[in-house]
């Protein structure tokens, strides 16, 4: 049986493990708690702005971290963290949404896929940018497949895409196995890539 968001939320240290990143570094991927938003603040508040610009949110304060965490187990979202062993500070947020909303469904009938959200997940990650480069993604997206597969599901959609100029994500995406599916526009007008995930 798959997983619920209301089991992550009682019994977080089911889903939580220990990862070595290639800097050596032991960090502790684990959900999201209601505590978090002070260090989820910290974590949004040090984005570059080049990160920022291919990470979208309305802001990037506490008011935002306070947002996500009191979002736990009331909506169809699902977030991890991953933190430092040593100090506990967040260095990568990865977010999932088992809802697919209306417009993406419309965009991926024209590349002749059929998006459902019993099987088919969105997917956006956020490494802090001191770890970007360094191995890290791939440290940890096979942990990030494994979440996927225990909510029964069998494809991972990339959240609003990847920008179109954000070559060195796409070269990322495409080693961890996600193919190109199209390419769309977004409302401010910046061009942006489809990206999908088969994980059965």
């Given at each position: 049986?798959?997983?619920?968001?209301?089991?992550?939320?009682?019994?977080?240290?089911?889903?939580?493990?220990?990862?070595?990143?290639?800097?050596?570094?032991?960090?502790?991927?684990?959900?999201?708690?209601?505590?978090?938003?002070?260090?989820?603040?910290?974590?949004?508040?040090?984005?570059?702005?080049?990160?920022?610009?291919?990470?979208?949110?309305?802001?990037?304060?506490?008011?935002?971290?306070?947002?996500?965490?009191?979002?736990?187990?009331?909506?169809?979202?699902?977030?991890?963290?991953?933190?430092?062993?040593?100090?506990?500070?967040?260095?990568?947020?990865?977010?999932?949404?088992?809802?697919?909303?209306?417009?993406?469904?419309?965009?991926?009938?024209?590349?002749?896929?059929?998006l459902d959200p019993r099987t088919d997940c969105r997917f956006g990650p956020c490494i802090a940018d001191r770890l970007q480069n360094r191995g890290a993604g791939s440290a940890l997206f096979p942990t990030c497949i494994t979440i996927a597969h225990q909510f029964g599901k069998e494809r991972i959609v990339l959240w609003g895409?990847?920008?179109?100029?954000?070559?060195?994500?796409?070269?990322?995406?495409?080693?961890?196995?996600?193919?190109?599916?199209?390419?769309?526009?977004?409302?401010?007008?910046?061009?942006?890539?489809?990206?999908?995930?088969?994980?059965?």
């Amino acid at each position: 049986m798959p997983r619920t968001l209301s089991e992550v939320a009682k019994s977080p240290k089911l889903f939580t493990s220990e990862i070595t990143l290639p800097t050596g570094e032991a960090a502790i991927f684990r959900p999201l708690e209601p505590y978090d938003a002070t260090l989820l603040a910290q974590f949004l508040e040090d984005l570059s702005s080049q990160t920022r610009e291919f990470y979208t949110l309305e802001s990037y304060n506490i008011r935002t971290a306070k947002k996500m965490c009191g979002a736990i187990n009331r909506y169809d979202k699902l977030r991890f963290v991953v933190t430092e062993k040593s100090a506990g500070k967040i260095i990568a947020l990865f977010e999932y949404s088992f809802d697919i909303p209306e417009g993406d469904t419309e965009r991926f009938v024209n590349y002749n896929i059929t998006l459902d959200p019993r099987t088919d997940c969105r997917f956006g990650p956020c490494i802090a940018d001191r770890l970007q480069n360094r191995g890290a993604g791939s440290a940890l997206f096979p942990t990030c497949i494994t979440i996927a597969h225990q909510f029964g599901k069998e494809r991972i959609v990339l959240w609003g895409g990847v920008m179109r100029d954000n070559r060195g994500a796409i070269k990322f995406y495409e080693k961890q196995g996600f193919v190109v599916v199209g390419y769309f526009i977004n409302q401010d007008g910046s061009k942006a890539v489809d990206m999908i995930l088969d994980i059965k």
